[in-house]
């Protein structure tokens, strides 16, 4: 069974949510930061402008629901390369915001949905532990796909090139770009932040990356923290073997650990923020993007 149908099947067992965009309370996507990240750093190493950018929030047709997302893309171009930015738990807030922005300052049309809108809005629950609990493990990962999917489609109607198709994600969306990867035959690259490996599969999880890799349409760079006390080291170790294992694009998949990196070291406004790991990975998913023809 491929994992499109295992998706699907998962889809199919979630009773339908409210749709109107009443569920979705923020005032603005890719402002401010989600309540449980509070207090952030006094501040944040990277600021990136958007001068010169089309950038801001869109609304992407997903079904029969308007998902809000941020997007920017250098002010009147055309065909531009698209990456997918799949956001942490607490949303799209600035710092993703602000990724996309570097995205498209680099020649992307890039684009970070908030993938939770149905089930809630990350970014009021101040405890990670209620946040998990009610919206982020009632998220259906054939929702997901799905609304990955539709924001090509979009891409694709703004005039973008969804031929060269990436996708990146941290943390909870780490785990998203290696199922993506596997899922959208037009992913070209992926880069994983740092994303959940393996773990008990349910009704709304049908599959893990570790047992995806066989479906990969584009190779994958994973960039983890070699302290990240959520993804002991002997995950990565499974997922590399399963990945020599795999089909060609799971062969060129590879792994950096960054040796003294905690889970988040991306992450600029928090503590966990290591400068050094965060450059190197940066560098890395620029360089890994451009290698597989996706700039």
């Not at 949303?91 to 498209?104: K, L, N, T």
């Not at 060609?248 to 991306?266: I, L, T």
């Not at 990975?281 to 993007?289: D, E, I, P, T, V």
């Amino acid at each position: 069974m491929t994992i499109s149908r295992l998706m699907d099947d998962a889809l199919a067992l979630v009773a339908p949510k409210d749709l109107s965009r009443r569920a979705f309370v923020r005032s603005s996507v890719g402002t401010g930061f989600a309540a449980a990240t509070l207090p952030i750093m006094a501040q944040t190493v990277v600021q990136t402008t958007a001068a010169g950018l089309d950038a801001g929030e869109v609304n992407i047709p997903a079904g029969n629901f308007n998902m809000p997302a941020y997007r920017a893309v250098r002010a009147g171009v055309k065909n531009a390369p698209v990456v997918l930015v799949v956001s942490e738990i607490f949303g799209v807030h600035e710092h993703i915001a602000d990724v996309v922005r570097r995205f498209a300052h680099l020649g992307y049309c890039a684009i970070a949905p908030e993938l939770f809108v149905r089930q809630g809005d990350a970014g009021n629950y101040a405890e990670i532990g209620k946040l998990i609990a009610e919206v982020i493990s009632q998220v259906p990962d054939a929702q997901v796909m799905t609304d990955l999917d539709a924001c090509v489609a979009w891409a694709g109607q703004q005039g973008m090139d969804t031929k060269r198709l990436a996708i990146t994600g941290f943390c909870w969306g780490g785990r998203i770009t290696w199922l993506y990867a596997a899922h959208q035959p037009a992913v070209k690259a992926g880069v994983a932040w740092y994303g959940r490996l393996e773990g008990d599969v349910s009704k709304l999880n049908p599959v893990h990356p570790v047992s995806v890799v066989g479906h990969l349409r584009g190779p994958v760079l994973g960039l983890y923290g070699g302290k990240d006390a959520g993804i002991p080291l002997h995950s990565t170790v499974r997922m590399k073997a399963a990945l020599a294992r795999g089909s060609a694009p799971a062969k060129a998949s590879k792994f950096v650990v960054y040796p003294d990196a905690p889970h988040a070291f991306h992450a600029d406004y928090r503590p966990s923020y290591r400068a050094e790991a965060a450059q190197d990975g940066w560098a890395r998913c620029l360089r890994w993007f451009q290698a597989q023809g996706v700039a």
